[in-house]
C-alpha cells in the first residue's frame, strides 16, 4: 500500500535485508522489505556457500540467536565439509555449498508466508525525513517508516568491468541505482568506493571431472540449524573438485596486463587482500605458477560450475584462453564471464556499535554497503541492526554482542572503531577469545542474549532444554567413576589402551590427549538409558576436552574484558586538558563507548590510554 507508514523499512533484500526483517517480525512489528525487481531475495551472486573459517561460527551464532541463515542453509545445502578436520573440534567450522536458487526460493517462500513482512519490489531514488518518519520516495510509490535498515549491498552506484567495457548494476543483468548522495540528500554520509570481483561460470559439459581430484560431501559434518544437526540432508549431496593453475595459465595473464581493469588505471577503487583476483595473485606473485582451483556446482538443476579462486574482470577472449589452460577445463565453455564490480560504501565509523548512524536516530546500515565482504558477515549485522531497531521502538535496551563473546560482535566494533581502507573479511584472528568462540557452543554462549530479546517463544523453551540438558550431562560425566563396562569401551576405542589403566572419571578420561571426546562420550552414553542431542554431547565433550585451555585462557580474556568494557564518555575526553588535538580529532569522529574500543582505534596514543585507564581525565 503506497503512502503505507510501516515500523521498519528494510532496503534491500540480500542476506543482510533478510535477517534484519526476520527479526523485526520476531517482535510482531509491521516491516517492509523494499528491493529491485528481478532480483532475487538472499541471492548467491558469488561464491554458492554458507559458512567457512570464522563464517561458520558467525553462522552458528546467528542461529543460536533465532537467525535464518542457518535454516536456509540447511534446506538448500548440497555438499557439507568441516574445514580444519585436521587440527580439532576447538578450530573446526562448517562449510556448506548450497543450491543458490533454491537457498532464494526458500527465502521467497519464507517471507511471502510472514505475516508480519511485506516485499515490495521497486527502485528506491531518495530517502529523507519527515519529523520522526523515514519517507522512502520509489519510482512507483512513497513510503514512511519509523525506522530505517540500508542493506543495499554493492548496487549504490555500482560500476561493472569486464574488459573494456564499463555498464552500470549491483551484478550482471540488474538494473543500476543512484549514488549514495543521491539518494540520502538530507543525511551526512561519508563515502568511499570498494571492488569486488566473481569468476566466470562454466557450463558442466565442457568439464571433465575426472582429471581432478573430487572432494565428496562429509556425511559427518552437522547440519547448521541446531534443532537438526543430526538430521538426514535435506537435498541430494554433489561434489566439488579440485584443479590447478600452471604455468601456461600464468603466461597468457602475464601477457595480458594492460587489458586488466584492475591494472590499466580503469579502477581505482579498493578491493579485498584476502579475496584476491586470479589477476592479483599472478602480478602479486610471479614466481608462483599454481594457484588452488575449486570448481563447485551451483544447483541441482543449474549447468554451471563455479570455479572459486579465479575471479577476474580480464577480456572476455583472454578468460576463455585462461580458463582452457587447466587440467580438467580444456574444453570448458563460459556460461557467463567474470567481472569487476565498484560500489559505494559508507565509512562505518559514522556508526555506533547498534549499526545506527551516529547523525540520524532510527537509521541503521547492515551488510556490504558497510565495507564488509561475505554473505555471512552480511547476515550478522542484518541481526544486529534488526534486532536494535526493534528494540528502541519497543522501549528495550540496546543489544550489543561483546567481542568476547561472539564473532559477530568482533566484527562490528572492528568495523565501527576504524575508517575501512579496504573491504573487511572476518578471521578468527581478529578475536581475542577464540578458543571459547567455538561453533559447538554457539547456544551457550548466545543464551542470555536471545534471553534480552524477551522473546519467550517456542524457540527459547527448546534452547532452555538444551541448557537444562548439558548442565545435567556436565555434572554427570563429573561424578561419574568408569567402571569396567565403561573402561573396555573406551580402551576399544583409544589409540593408547595401556595408559588407562587406573581409576578416573568420565570426565578425567575424555580430557586424555589421545581419546577422541565426541566419539567417546557418545559410545559411552549408549550403555545407559540416556537420550542427549548430539549437539549437547558435543558441547559437554569438547568443553571438557578443552578445559584446562579454556580455563587459562577465560583468567587472562576476563582480566581483559573487564578492562576493555569500561563505559567511557568521549565528550569528557574531548573537554580534557589531558588529551592530544590529533586524539580528540579521532575520537569526535568514532565516539567510542567502551576504553577497548578506544584501544582499538587507529592513532590512539599510548600516553591518551594510560589516562583514560586512570580514569583520571
Known sequence: ??????????????HAGLEAAHFGSLFKLDVAIVTLKNVPLASAPCNPSIGGVGKGQVVKEIDSLGGIMGVLADKSGIQYRTLNDSKGYAVQSTR??????????????????????SLIRDKVVGVSKEQELYKVSCDDGVYYSRKLIVTVGTFLNGKLHLGSSVTSGGRMN???????????????????????????????????????????????????????????????????????????TVEIIKENKELSPMYNGQIDSVGARYCPSIEDKVYRYPEKSVHHIFVEPEGLDLDTYYPSGISSSLPENVQQSFIQTVKGLESAKIKHFGYAVEY???????????????????????????????????????????INASLSIVGKKPFILNRFDSYIGVMVEDLVSNTRDEPYRLFTARAENRLNLREDNSFVRMRKYRLHLD??????????????????????????????????????????????????????????????????????????????????IRNVAISAKYEKYIDKSKIEVTKMALKDEKKI?????????????????????????????????????????????????
Open 1 to 14: 500500500m503506497k503512502n503505507r507508514v510501516y515500523d521498519i523499512i528494510v532496503m534491500g533484500g540480500g
Open 96 to 117: 556448506v555449498q548450497i543450491d543458490k536458487d533454491h537457498y532464494s526460493m526458500e527465502a521467497e517462500s519464507y517471507v511471502s508466508s510472514n505475516e508480519f513482512i
Open 174 to 248: 540488474t538494473n543500476p541505482s543512484s549514488g549514495f548522495n543521491s539518494i540520502f540528500k538530507d543525511i551526512k554520509t561519508n563515502v568511499a568506493r570498494f571492488k569486488t570481483g566473481t569468476p566466470p561460470r562454466i557450463r558442466k559439459e565442457g568439464i571433465c571431472f575426472d582429471k581432478m581430484q573430487e572432494q565428496a560431501s562429509d556425511p559427518n559434518t552437522l547440519n547448521f540449524h541446531i534443532f537438526s544437526e543430526g538430521s538426514p540432508r535435506q537435498m541430494e549431496q554433489k561434489s566439488c573438485y579440485l584443479t590447478y593453475t600452471n604455468e601456461e
Open 344 to 386: 559505494d560504501v559508507l565509512d562505518t565509523c559514522d556508526l555506533n556499535l547498534c549499526l545506527e548512524h551516529n547523525s540520524s536516530d532510527g537509521l541503521y546500515f547492515a551488510g556490504q554497503v558497510n565495507g564488509t565482504s561475505g554473505y555471512e558477515e552480511a547476515a550478522g549485522q542484518g541481526l544486529i541492526a534488526g
Open 455 to 536: 522473546l519467550n517463544s517456542d524457540f527459547d523453551k527448546k534452547i532452555k532444554s538444551l541448557i537444562d540438558q548439558k548442565n545435567f550431562l556436565e555434572q554427570f560425566i563429573d561424578d561419574f567413576i568408569i567402571n569396567s563396562d565403561i573402561m573396555s569401551k573406551i580402551q576399544s576405542l583409544s589409540k593408547r589402551p595401556e595408559l588407562l589403566g587406573r581409576k578416573l572419571s568420565i570426565k578425567a578420561a575424555l580430557n586424555l590427549s589421545f581419546i577422541d571426546p565426541v566419539i567417546t562420550l557418545i559410545e559411552i552414553l549408549a550403555l545407559f538409558d540416556f537420550n542427549f542431542p548430539l549437539s549437547v
Open 569 to 617: 564518555s568521549y565528550e569528557r575526553l574531548l573537554e580534557s586538558e589531558n588529551i592530544s588535538f590529533e586524539c580528540k580529532q579521532r575520537i569526535s569522529k568514532i565516539k567510542p563507548e567502551t576504553y577497548g574500543q578506544l584501544k582499538r582505534m587507529n592513532g590512539i596514543r599510548k600516553v591518551t590510554l594510560a589516562i583514560v585507564s586512570s580514569g583520571k581525565y
